[in-house]
């Protein structure tokens, strides 16, 4: 073989190891799925559920990592800014979206597409408006008078600022015309060891966590937060059946890192998909409150748009910092 030939053998070998994998090939080894929350929390939670399915389907494994801080921002930006290859994935949530696109540049619109690639909706889970027993109302639209007869001076607990449950407590004030004292915390789990002492009045929160104490009579649910009844908390009305348009969810979703080839966006919403279909998956999510709403990588990227901009309008109007925001 003369010197030219293996010049040009040697050159084509190296081109192609340099060709990222194709669909094909994916994946032939391990995957990365960054929760930008700690452990333990609804995020975390999903993350192993898909990464079991993925990890089961394919044969390779899928590590959760968890990189919490900053309201799921420290994350989220590790997945942005990562090799476009389809081995780091990102497990993101209404409120890290918004850390995001509180502090992306250019003044138009957000869209995520330029910062991720959205992949598939896990789920959407609703909020249950929970108030300790001792607050003297039994329905939403008695909470709305005791806030207006009381402006300021009821106190709602959330998970951190910019999270689905401040943003839904915002929205009710909205809607309402009340005003309530917002008082964050490092969490949910905090939030509701106050609310079932007594120390703050009001919380829209998950409602797997807080369901064992409706039950027992240590909380009182007022409502929902989707615009029809849960099948999980089927004697709970609805919050718009009061404020008719009320509508706050928190949904949960795979992206992962700009560009990802297309292909491999497709192969893993298929993937995920037709796991949603399955008993399994169903009940894993029922424990989170949640029932399966697949969607495409294109609708689930339009669904992040419209909900980042249904909640930035609120926040603006609210002059609302979000954690990294400009």
Same mark, same amino acid.
């Given at each position: 073989?003369?010197?030219?030939?293996?010049?040009?053998?040697?050159?084509?070998?190296?081109?192609?190891?340099?060709?990222?994998?194709?669909?094909?090939?994916?994946?032939?080894?391990?995957?990365?799925?960054?929760?930008?929350?700690?452990?333990?929390?609804?995020?975390?939670?999903?993350?192993?559920?898909?990464?079991?399915?993925?990890?089961?389907?394919?044969?390779?494994?899928?590590?959760?990592?968890?990189?919490?801080?900053?309201?799921?921002?420290?994350?989220?930006?590790?997945?942005?800014?990562?090799?476009?290859?389809?081995?780091?994935?990102?497990?993101?949530?209404?409120?890290?979206?918004?850390?995001?696109?509180?502090?992306?540049?250019? !003044?138009?619109?957000?869209?995520?597409?330029?910062?991720?690639? @959205?992949? +598939?909706?896990? =789920?959407? #889970?609703? %909020?249950?408006? $929970?108030?300790?027993?001792?607050?003297?109302?039994?329905?939403?639209?008695?909470?709305?008078?005791?806030?207006?007869?009381?402006?300021?001076?009821?106190?709602?607990?959330?998970?951190?600022?910019?999270?689905?449950?401040?943003?839904?407590?915002?929205?009710?004030?909205?809607?309402?015309?009340?005003?309530?004292?917002?008082?964050?915390?490092?969490?949910?789990?905090?939030?509701?060891?106050?609310?079932?002492?007594?120390?703050?009045?009001?919380?829209?929160?998950?409602?797997?966590?807080?369901?064992?104490?409706?039950?027992?009579?240590?909380?009182?649910?007022?409502?929902?937060? !989707?615009?029809?009844?849960?099948?999980?908390?089927?004697?709970? @009305?609805? +919050?718009?059946? =009061?404020? #008719?348009? %009320?509508?706050? $969810?928190?949904?949960?979703?795979?992206?992962?890192?700009?560009?990802?080839?297309?292909?491999?966006?497709?192969?893993?919403?298929?993937?995920?998909?037709?796991?949603?279909?399955?008993?399994?998956?169903?009940?894993?999510?029922?424990?989170?409150?949640?029932?399966?709403?697949?969607?495409?990588?294109?609708?689930?990227?339009?669904?992040?748009?419209?909900?980042?901009?249904?909640?930035?309008?609120?926040?603006?109007?609210?002059?609302?910092?979000?954690?990294?925001?400009?």
């Amino acid at each position: 073989m003369s010197a030219n030939v293996r010049i040009t053998a040697l050159a084509i070998s190296l081109i192609a190891l340099a060709l990222p994998a194709t669909a094909a090939d994916y994946p032939d080894h391990t995957i990365k799925m960054i929760v930008p929350f700690a452990a333990g929390g609804g995020t975390d939670v999903l993350a192993r559920i898909i990464a079991q399915n993925l990890s089961s389907r394919w044969g390779q494994p899928v590590v959760v990592e968890n990189q919490p801080g900053a309201s799921g921002a420290i994350g989220t930006r590790a997945a942005m800014k990562a090799e476009p290859d389809g081995y780091t994935l990102l497990m993101a949530s209404t409120g890290a979206l918004m850390t995001v696109a509180a502090g992306a540049d250019g !003044d138009g619109p957000f869209d995520v597409n330029k910062v991720l690639s @959205p992949i +598939v909706i896990a =789920a959407a #889970p609703p %909020y249950l408006l $929970v108030v300790r027993p001792t607050l003297p109302v039994n329905t939403t639209a008695d909470l709305i008078r005791l806030a207006k007869e009381k402006p300021g001076e009821l106190t709602f607990g959330s998970s951190g600022v910019g999270a689905a449950s401040h943003l839904s407590g915002l929205l009710f004030g909205s809607e309402t015309g009340t005003r309530m004292l917002h008082v964050p915390y490092k969490g949910t789990g905090p939030a509701v060891t106050d609310l079932l002492g007594g120390r703050i009045d009001v919380m829209f929160a998950p409602g797997p966590v807080v369901q064992p104490f409706v039950q027992s009579g240590q909380l009182k649910a007022l409502g929902v937060t !989707d615009t029809q009844r849960s099948k999980f908390y089927p004697q709970v @009305p609805t +919050v718009a059946d =009061a404020v #008719p348009g %009320y509508e706050s $969810v928190g949904w949960f979703g795979l992206l992962a890192p700009p560009n990802t080839p297309p292909a491999i966006v497709k192969e893993l919403n298929a993937v995920i998909v037709a796991a949603m279909a399955t008993q399994e998956f169903r009940d894993h999510l029922a424990t989170l409150g949640a029932e399966p709403k697949p969607q495409t990588p294109e609708e689930f990227g339009r669904y992040i748009n419209a909900d980042v901009a249904k909640w930035s309008k609120l926040v603006k109007d609210n002059d609302v910092q979000l954690p990294g925001g400009k």
